[in-house]
């Protein structure tokens, strides 16, 4: 299957600062990326839909603001987490997706802790 | 997209068939059922989909009955690697449309 690749694996990082989880397509052209969020013990949760060259989606609940997501070309999503509080720690996870694939295809996840 | 209902927990002892269940009674004419699996702190990993013909590849094997209203996932010879959170989802074939997860089977397999 296709090759789905995200940096870094793991982050910590202090409480007020941001950081940026970059996400790409290795093989191929993903014209949509998906960011979903999990915290232990629980089940994959969305929070947006991002397009190449347009603004994400977000999921209801998930704050725009906050979250801040970039589609800039068709191999490259990145998600940037402003102002991380502790309840920001989880595992964040990438998928991309093309009509020329049989699937999405996922990153092997980020895992954040925030002190 | 149709929901879906799994068990919570499987176990599945080594090089026996494991027969993961799925009921998505409210699926529609063209929706297909997918299924992932994550092992523990890792992305999902794409197993197998189909519409309503059963189909194989060299990971599983996807039967769905004939009114489309649940199927199942077997793995032929579970190993210890397969022991992972199993999730069945049905959804229309856009691969640029979201996937929503449910809660998934953990399947435990044991020496």
């Known amino acids: 299957g296709a090759v789905v690749s995200q940096h870094p694996s793991r982050v910590i990082c202090k409480s007020g600062t941001s950081v940026k989880i970059e996400c790409r397509s290795l093989d191929f052209q993903a014209t949509t990326m998906f960011w979903y969020r999990q915290f232990p013990k629980q089940s994959l949760m969305l929070m947006a839909t991002?397009?190449?060259?347009?603004?994400?989606?977000?999921e209801q609940g998930v704050e725009k603001d906050k979250f801040l997501i970039n589609h800039a070309s068709l191999t490259l999503s990145t998600l940037t987490v402003t102002s991380a509080h502790p309840e920001d720690s989880s595992f964040y996870i990438c998928?991309?997706?093309?009509?020329?694939?049989?699937?999405?295809?996922f990153g092997p996840g980020t895992r954040l802790l925030v002190l | 997209d149709a929901k879906t209902t799994q068990p919570t927990s499987m176990d599945c002892a080594e090089g026996r068939a494991a027969n993961l269940p799925c009921n998505h009674s409210t699926i529609s004419g063209n929706e297909y059922v997918y299924w992932y699996r994550q092992i523990h702190s890792q992305g999902p990993q794409y197993i197998i989909h189909g519409l309503k013909n059963n189909e194989t590849n060299e990971m599983a094997s996807l039967i769905i009955t004939e009114d489309r209203k649940s199927s199942t996932l077997i793995l032929p010879h579970a190993t210890l690697r397969d022991t992972a959170v199993y999730y069945c989802?049905?959804?229309?074939?856009?691969?640029?449309?979201?996937?929503?997860f449910g809660q998934g089977t953990t399947l435990q397999v044991k020496p």
């Open positions: 991002s397009n190449e060259g347009s603004k994400a989606t977000y």
């Open positions: 998928s991309a997706g093309s009509a020329a694939q049989e699937t999405q295809y």
């Open positions: 989802i049905v959804r229309l074939p856009s691969n640029t449309g979201k996937l929503i």
